[in-house]
T-cell receptor, first 117, second 114 residues
Framework: ETGVTQSPTHLIKTRGQQVTLRCSSQ?????VSWYQQALGQGPQFIFQ???????GRGNFPPRFSGLQFPNYSSELNVNALELDDSALYLC????????????????FGAGSRLTVL | AQSVSQHNHHVILSEAASLELGCNYS??????LFWYVQYPGQHLQLLLK??????LVKGIKGFEAEFIKSKFSFNLRKPSVQWSDTAEYFC????????????FGKGNQVVVIP
């Protein structure tokens, strides 16, 4: 069973640019969530995707957007990058789906570290 | 919305010492509770979880946590730590049927000195 894989592992962008981060979910998982972890902080929920649609969103502006594909993989897109977007972006998958009991454990990837200069 | 508080962000202790990390959450309803651990250079992984039943939960590597509903707490404990327990520990909570979004605390950076 493969885990959650994310790419790229590290990248550097400048203010105003756009970035796309990718995530392949664990085998058997149909739900993908994205989290932002700033330095010295815990992960913050960005949004979740299930059945290729956004299924819940945290307190992040619309320039943070995502996609989920039929194979359950996902992308996180951030437009008009700001310095404060520098963080580790974590993808997590689960088999939660629409039931949303919260009882399905998330499997996290290693993250994509974004630096905005 | 749920929020989670973890105190004593940096903890340094010697091998064989006991460890207790505090976690308090603010949410009035039923919650699911988790402790995740991130070892150096590795990804977040589940240490233990509480959904219902016995409030004393045992996890991997000798860790346990106790859910005290009246105190809105879910403290993590280990009686005798090892050098390999050096890691960052995160408490997290979600509300059932709330889109499975986890609210994390800021984490505890634990360093165990051999």
């Amino acid at each position: 069973e493969t885990g959650v894989t994310q790419s790229p592992t590290h990248l550097i962008k400048t203010r105003g640019q756009q970035v796309t981060l990718r995530c392949s979910s664990q085998s058997g998982h149909n739900t993908v969530s994205w989290y932002q972890q700033a330095l010295g902080q815990g992960p913050q929920f960005i949004f979740q995707y299930y059945r290729e649609e956004e299924n819940g969103r945290g307190n992040f502006p619309p320039r943070f957007s995502g996609l989920q594909f039929p194979n359950y993989s996902s992308e996180l897109n951030v437009n008009a990058l700001e310095l404060d977007d520098s963080a580790l972006y974590l993808c997590a998958s689960s088999s939660e789906g629409a039931s949303n009991s919260g009882a399905n454990v998330l499997t996290f990837g290693a993250g994509s570290r974004l630096t905005v200069l | 919305a749920q929020s989670v508080s973890q105190h004593n962000h940096h903890v340094i202790l010697s091998e064989a010492a006991s460890l207790e990390l505090g976690c308090n959450y603010s949410y009035g309803g039923t919650v699911n509770l988790f402790w995740y651990v991130q070892y150096p250079g590795q990804h977040l992984q589940l240490l233990l979880k509480y959904f219902s039943g016995d409030p004393l939960v045992k996890g991997i590597k000798g860790f346990e946590a106790e859910f005290i509903k009246s105190k809105f707490s879910f403290n993590l404990r280990k009686p005798s730590v090892q050098w390999s327990d050096t890691a960052e520990y995160f408490c997290a909570v979600n509300a059932p049927y709330g889109n499975n979004r986890l609210a994390f605390g800021k984490g505890n950076q634990v360093v165990v000195i051999p």
